[in-house]
């Protein structure tokens, strides 16, 4: 199975982070990551997502999973379960202020390790990604 994932520390509460998280309009604003998301980031909708990763592909995701503000899951995949990429964000508020973030993607299935072979590296992406929200977040 393949994946990626990072974390980060945020000194800003919960709340803050999982706001920005939610809100497609504003990913472009404060993720460098992404050069479109389209839809409403609620649980049961699609969205579509383009990276700056694959910039000719437009990505439909669902949201398959919120428990705000604590974690949100987005999948796509193949019928069949022959390929499928989870990602996973993750919100655990420390005692203070400050909030650990956490996303992962896993890819699985019967043609992943096909599949994953031509899926381009998400580490940079994955980095960017975290570091605009920990940037933005505690920006106020």
């Known amino acids: 199975m393949a994946s990626y994932s ?9 709340d803050r982070v999982w706001a920005l998280l939610t809100d497609a309009s504003g990913y472009t604003t404060w993720n460098p990551a992404i050069v479109s998301l389209d839809g409403s980031i609620a649980e049961g909708n699609t969205i579509a997502l383009v990276s700056t990763v694959n910039p000719k592909r ?6 398959s999973d919120m428990k ?11 019928p069949l379960g ?5 990602r996973t964000f993750t919100l655990e508020e420390g ?3 400050g909030t650990t973030f956490t996303m992962e993607e896993v890819y ?11 899926i381009p590296d ?3 992406s994955f980095e960017d990604f975290a570091d605009g929200l920990k940037q933005t977040a505690e920006s106020g």
């Open 82 to 86: 022959l390929f499928k990429g989870v």
């Open 108 to 118: 699985s299935g019967l043609l992943e390790p096909l599949i994953s072979k031509s």
């Open 6 to 14: 990072v974390t980060r520390d945020i000194d800003a509460p919960a």
């Open 58 to 63: 437009t990505f439909k995701l669902k949201v």
């Open 95 to 97: 005692d203070g202020r």
């Open 68 to 78: 705000a503000p604590e974690s949100m899951v987005w999948s796509d995949g193949m």
């Open 122 to 124: 998400m580490t940079q």
